[in-house]
């Protein structure tokens, strides 16, 4: 915790494989050079992608999902169409860290149709739009709130 000030401006490639502390989240707007976010489904996405810096320029989000598809695809979706509620006389790209968004991963969902039908229409279509490849796996593991409502 003590290092990472030291090292988070010359980071790549940072993976979360649990929900960070608000110390280290704080710290997160020092990740100026941050190319790969990798988080897993324990992470609180919101927070994580909230403090990254506007000027980041991350270029692959890899997301593990467990049951919070809906959820997940309605937070990135809001996070790289620019609002057109807010007083932004920028509507030509999204501001902030996902500005620069190529790739969007996901190894751990259902195949293209069914992530479609679960909740993720939006999210694929507006990373169709914006030219946001995205890699969808087929792990048997990926379950699915609705199936419970």
């Known amino acids: 915790m003590r290092a990472f000030p030291s090292v988070a401006p010359s980071l790549v490639r940072l993976s979360l494989q649990h929900r ?34 506007s000027t980041a320029r991350l270029r692959t989000l890899e997301l593990e999902l ?8 309605a937070l990135v979706v809001a996070r ?13 790209s999204a501001p902030g860290p996902l500005a620069h968004l190529e790739r969007l991963r996901i190894p751990r969902a259902p195949r293209a149709a069914e992530f479609r039908e679960f909740g993720g229409a939006a999210l694929l279509d507006v990373c169709r739009e914006r030219g946001v490849e995205v890699e969808v796996g087929e792990t048997v593991a990926w379950r699915t709130r609705l199936f419970a409502d």
């Open 80 to 92: 790289l169409v620019p609002s057109s509620s807010s007083s932004s006389c920028s509507t030509s």
């Open 66 to 73: 467990d049951y919070n598809l809906a959820d997940v695809a």
């Open 20 to 53: 960070p502390s608000p110390a280290l989240v704080a710290h997160f707007a020092l990740l100026a050079r941050l190319e790969h976010l990798e988080c897993h489904f324990a992470v609180d996405l919101a927070q994580v992608l909230d403090a990254l810096p």
